[in-house]
């Protein structure tokens, strides 16, 4: 079997993670994430990782060494990992996919759901500090972000899109009838 990447690409709680969960333990996958480099970065410096010291750091780091620095790291790992299929999580960009295309059985995949449920998603699992505190107005600020502003226009460019705003088993077997077509 020829090595297969997804690269998922989605607003915040679109299930992104999910998929890659979903995709890690059902098939034995391994998985990248483009916020662990910056993560790391930001626990070395003792700084909290909250989404705004995250974005924060993504944009001076792609300012001084290249919006591509990320995605560089990214598809060294993609590249050097022996896992049949590679699950690449947090694409932003579109240095990030214009890099990332150019590996071999690379997939562009769109995970969407309307903003309320991804709201709703997102104070529940509380994954970056204060999400659980956050309004609504607050989400859709942090959506304007820069790191998510291109996310729509990305995601209009994938291979496949994934409507996830129904239950995990919907998600689950809509990623299934992909890989099916792949492997």
């Known amino acids: 079997m020829k090595k297969i990447i997804f690269g998922l690409v989605g607003s915040p709680a679109a299930g992104k993670g999910e998929a890659t969960s979903y995709i890690v333990d059902k098939y034995k996958a391994s998985s990248h994430r483009f916020s662990t480099p910056m993560f790391d970065c930001l626990k070395r410096l003792f700084i909290p990782d909250s989404r705004t010291n995250l974005i ?92 998510e502003i291109l996310i729509p226009e990305i995601g209009a460019t994938a291979k496949y899109t994934i409507d996830n705003s129904g239950t995990k088993e919907e998600l689950h077997s809509k990623i299934d009838e992909i890989i099916a077509k792949l492997i």
């Open 56 to 147: 924060k750091f993504s944009e001076t780091t792609r300012e001084m060494f290249g919006d591509d620095l990320y995605a560089k790291v990214v598809a060294q790992d993609c590249v050097n990992d022996i896992a049949d299929i590679v699950v690449v999580e947090g694409i932003r960009r579109p240095a990030d996919v214009s890099l990332l295309s150019k590996l071999d059985n690379f997939y562009l995949m769109y995970i969407t759901a309307p903003v309320e449920i991804r709201f709703e998603r997102t104070k529940q699992r509380g994954e970056k500090a204060n999400e659980n505190e956050m309004t609504l107005e607050m989400f859709l600020g942090q959506e304007q972000a820069s790191t």
